[in-house]
């Protein structure tokens, strides 16, 4: 149990592109979603708190505009990386909260971004 | 502020076992996780403690809680090369919103 499914698991594409990246929990409600940064041989990096029904909390420094989080459903957060440049090249990683307040955290597979 | 340390690697042979450590700041965190990061992979949930326990075991893993002295350890019986990843632990935060502190990760590597 306590499936967590991130897609696409890799992306590569041009500066000034926009991409969307999804996390579903499968088998299991989640009101809460975080997504995260890996940057190479590094931990994560906290992006921002997803709450269904009501808008993300970032992260200082976590510029709202350019990573567009929507959590419309029990079930589903999107983050947007909105025109990207290569800087923004990481893997990216959501993880859903299974339960309310204090439970543990699952994790996707993550996504490769890769922006030429 | 709040800070989860680990050493950055260990290197075991085959059939040991392994120590891997972990030190927090965060007094009042109520729940300590592991992790076990593989290449290119997400994270996957191994074990968690809550603060008031000591002691947890889990087939071959065994984690242990020094309160006192904010210490983690998780400890892998019988180590095997596919136990070879990073591994994070992580404490919840009691800011309110329930975030992790991640460690730095632990990179092991198992030798046959």
């Known amino acids: 149990g306590a499936v967590v499914s991130q897609h696409p698991s890799r992306v590569i594409c041009k500066s000034g592109t926009s991409v969307k990246i999804e996390c579903r929990s499968l088998?299991?409600?989640?009101?809460?979603m975080f997504w995260y940064r890996q940057f190479p041989k590094q931990s994560l990096m906290l992006m921002a708190t997803s709450n269904e029904g009501s808008k993300a909390t970032y992260e200082q420094g976590v510029e709202k505009d350019k990573f567009l989080i929507n959590h419309a459903s029990l079930t589903l957060s999107t983050l947007t990386v909105t025109s990207a440049h290569p800087e923004d090249s990481s893997f990216y990683i959501c993880?859903?909260?299974?339960?309310?307040?204090?439970?543990?955290?699952?994790f996707g597979d993550g996504t490769r971004l890769s922006i030429l | 502020g709040e800070d989860v340390e680990q050493s950055l690697f260990l290197s075991v042979r085959e059939g040991d076992s392994s120590v891997i450590n972990c030190t927090y700041t965060d007094s009042s965190s109520t729940y300590l996780y592991w992790y076990k990061q593989e290449p290119g992979a997400g994270l996957q949930l191994l074990t968690y403690i809550f603060s008031n326990m000591d002691m947890k075991q889990d087939q071959r893993l065994t984690v242990l809680l020094n309160k006192k002295d904010k210490h983690l350890s998780l400890r892998i019986a019988d180590t095997q090369t596919g136990d070879s990843a990073i591994y994070f632990c992580?404490?919840?935060?009691?800011?309110?919103?329930?975030?992790?502190?991640f460690g730095t990760g632990t990179r092991l590597k198992v030798l046959a």
């Open positions: 993880s859903a909260e299974q339960g309310v307040g204090n439970q543990p955290q699952h």
């Open positions: 088998d299991f409600q989640a009101t809460t």
């Open positions: 992580a404490e919840s935060s009691t800011s309110g919103t329930y975030k992790y502190i």
